[in-house]
Every structure is written in structure tokens, then in C-alpha cells.
């Protein structure tokens, strides 16, 4: 099956700056990679997510890069804010069921 | 509009007893799906139905067992809690990929 790494499993950054969390997965046909957020107590939130056809994907702050070769995604926030302190996840699957997810990256901007 | 509803919020459970983790949702989803999460492991899938009256198992079904009861809920069965069964659990739904989450179950067996 599906396996999805996830790395850092801690980030802080300045806010401001940019933050880059990377998930390498190992099913090549995998065609569908999400990424969410969990804020404290909550349940995780779809924040963007790409399909296989396209190699990137922006929504204002928020960009997701997908490199189908070496099998590895990326999730960039550019301006980083005091809001975006959450953990975030990474999956993959192939035919919109079943997501793997990575193991999660806790992110902290420092104001 | 309500998405995906869990109850109860908290539980705390003796070694032994059992409980069903009650799931919903309002957005006419055919696939459901029960993840735990434990720190340093992200959510681990237990069973999903992918449409009403099927149900399969995931990465870590056992000592659980499931009920689509119709397409709007799906409810996670305990039949003899277990301390490794303390977690968070979460349903969730979801159609042509994007998932909708509940806001979880915070479960300790003690």
C-alpha cells in the first residue's frame, strides 16, 4: 500500500517568512495529494490540494508543488502569520479514497 | 449546514467496557471513514464504506468494528476497550477525494 513521509515533524519560523514542509510518497500511481490543517482541538481542514495533471497550485498565501518523478510534494505559506500556527498534514491516494496521511509537521510562527 | 458530526466529544472507558463512537453527516457523501490519531503518528484508518451497506478494513481494524447504518451515518464500535485503544478519533466523509472531518472523540481507557 500507500506509504507518505513527512518531513519536518517541527517547524518554527519568524512571521513573515516563508515555511516549506515536503512529503515524499511510494505508490506511483497515486493521482490525488491534499494537504490539511489542524488547529488545537479541532479535526483536520482541507487547505488545497493537486492533482497529478498539473505540477502546482497557488491560493493567495498558500502554493503546493508536486514533482511526479522523484514522488514528492511540498506545501509553501509565504507571509507567514501568527494564524498559521497549527499542524499540518500531508496524503496521497490513488482514485479519491483512502487517504494516507504523513505523520504531521507541528508549525510555529514566532511574532 | 452541520458536515460532519461526532458524539460524544469525551469518553473515558474502563478496561473492558464497551461504546459506539456516533458519526454523521449532512452533505450526502457515499464514502465515510474512521481514522485514530496518536502523537508522532498521524491518522491511521480503522474501516471506511465507500457507499451505504459496504464497509472494509483499513491499516488498524482490529479490536473495532463498524455500522454504515444509512448513507448519513457511520458509527465505530469498541466491543472490549483496551488501554491501546486511548486516542482521538475522527470521522470524516467525503466525495471525489476532499475529506470533511468531524471534530473528533477523545477516548481513555483506563
Known amino acids: 500500500g500507500e506509504n507518505v513521509e513527512q518531513h519536518p515533524s517541527t517547524l518554527s519560523v519568524q512571521e513573515g517568512d516563508s515555511a516549506v514542509i515536503k512529503c515524499t510518497y511510494s505508490d506511483s500511481a497515486s493521482n490525488y495529494f491534499p494537504w490539511y490543517k489542524q488547529e488545537l482541538g479541532k479535526g483536520p481542514q482541507l487547505i488545497i490540494d493537486?492533482?497529478?495533471?498539473?505540477g502546482e497550485k497557488k491560493d493567495q498565501r498558500i502554493a503546493v508543488t508536486l514533482n511526479k518523478t522523484a514522488k514528492h510534494f511540498s506545501l509553501h505559506i509565504t507571509e507567514t502569520q501568527p494564524e498559521d500556527s497549527a499542524v499540518y498534514f500531508c496524503a496521497a491516494t490513488f482514485g479519491n479514497e483512502k487517504l494516507t496521511f504523513g505523520t504531521g509537521t507541528r508549525l510555529t510562527i514566532i511574532p | 449546514n452541520a458536515g460532519v458530526t461526532q458524539t460524544p466529544k469525551f469518553q473515558v472507558l474502563k478496561t473492558g467496557q464497551s461504546m459506539t463512537l456516533q458519526c454523521a453527516q449532512d452533505m450526502n457523501h457515499n464514502s465515510m471513514y474512521w481514522y485514530r490519531q496518536d502523537p508522532g503518528m498521524g491518522l491511521r484508518l480503522i474501516y471506511y464504506s465507500a457507499s451505504e451497506g459496504t464497509t472494509d478494513k483499513g491499516e488498524v481494524p482490529n479490536g473495532y468494528n463498524v455500522s454504515r447504518l444509512n448513507k448519513r451515518e457511520f458509527s465505530l464500535r469498541l466491543e472490549s476497550a483496551a488501554p491501546s485503544q486511548t486516542s482521538v478519533y475522527f470521522c470524516?466523509?467525503?466525495?471525489?477525494?476532499?475529506?470533511?472531518f468531524g471534530s473528533g472523540t477523545r477516548l481513555t481507557v483506563v
Open positions: 470524516a466523509s467525503s466525495e471525489k477525494g476532499g475529506y470533511t
Open positions: 493537486i492533482r497529478s495533471n498539473v
